[in-house]
């Protein structure tokens, strides 16, 4: 696999420097882009798809809680479109409540993680993230 | 933790074993239920005939060729189906053809695993979707 590309939907700064610190310790090479909220989100794909040189997120790790649109009505607009319905949405999140679970999987989240407050466990999960997704599973090629 | 209840659809009898097995010696308490056609998934999934007390599954193992109703056409209808929709569905097969895995991630399957032809490969990459699964991810609840 080349370079990974990730999308980062994250609105609190703490949990994007994490986020970026834990995957820079990653063995696969990536790129990540971090966007704030969920309009920025769907701006961000919508320009991609129009660029020359086209390069789709491998991966989306996104956040519920967010201003303007939230990350359930995010992945809903990702999974209902063809051109980028493909690209798995990792929902990662503070919250476990079992509505917000149900209502992700319905709309066709391919995983949902809750975010753990501790420093190490954050780490932890964000590493299985990276060996589970790059390592045993297969990525689609997302780039047209 | 709780029980977790797998559906595993696999016509192959040395898979079904070697998947049930891996199954076995892991931390996560689980059920693996083993039907070997889509037509029988279906009927398992919709607690039909003799599947009326069926658990609703975590988690089902998909594979992708399979005597009638093949897995892809079989996650179609489940990931079309209101009811079956939230359901998280792996695909666990041999092949690694971009074609199939582009259009199970298409067809929003959850994960695309290509299985291992060796025999500790196949193991370890079944610790890993369980360890993955028991530690991080969160899953719909039963009774939905």
């Known amino acids: ?144 | 933790m709780s029980e977790v209840n797998i559906l595993l659809v696999e016509d192959n009898e040395g898979d079904i074993i070697l998947t049930t097995e891996a199954f076995k010696d892991m931390q996560l308490e689980n059920r693996i239920s083993v039907v070997k056609d889509g037509e029988e998934a279906l009927r398992f999934l919709r607690k039909q005939g003799e599947y009326e007390k069926a658990p609703t599954p975590q988690l089902v193992l998909l594979d992708i060729n399979l005597p009638g109703i093949d897995g892809k056409q079989l996650l179609e209808i489940i990931k079309k189906d209101d009811s079956l929709k939230g359901i998280p569905v792996v695909m666990l097969t041999c092949s690694d053809t971009d074609a199939d895995i582009s259009d199970c991630y298409d067809k929003h399957v959850n994960w695309y695993i290509t299985k291992p032809i060796d025999y500790d490969k196949y193991t370890k990459v079944m610790h890993e979707i369980e360890a993955f699964y028991v530690s991080f991810v969160h899953y719909p609840k039963n009774g939905r």
Request: net charge negative; aromatic share 8%; hydrophobic share 45%.
């Open chain 1, 1 to 144: 696999m080349n370079e990974i590309q990730i999308l980062l939907v994250e609105d609190n700064e703490g949990d994007i420097v994490l986020t970026l610190e834990a995957l820079k310790e990653m063995k696969v090479k990536n790129t990540v882009t971090v966007v704030k909220d969920g309009v920025e989100a769907i701006e961000f794909l919508k320009n991609q798809i129009q660029a020359v040189d086209c390069t789709m997120p491998n991966l989306i790790l996104l956040d519920i809680n967010m201003p303007k649109l939230n990350g359930i009505e995010v992945l809903e607009f990702i999974k209902k479109d063809e051109k980028f319905r493909k690209i798995p949405v990792v929902m990662l999140t503070t919250s476990s409540s079992q509505a917000d679970i149900s209502a992700c999987y319905d709309k066709y989240a391919n995983c949902f993680i809750t975010k753990p407050l501790d420093f190490g466990k954050f780490m932890d999960v964000v590493e299985a993230i990276e060996s589970f997704w790059f390592t045993t599973a297969q990525l689609p090629k997302t780039t047209p």
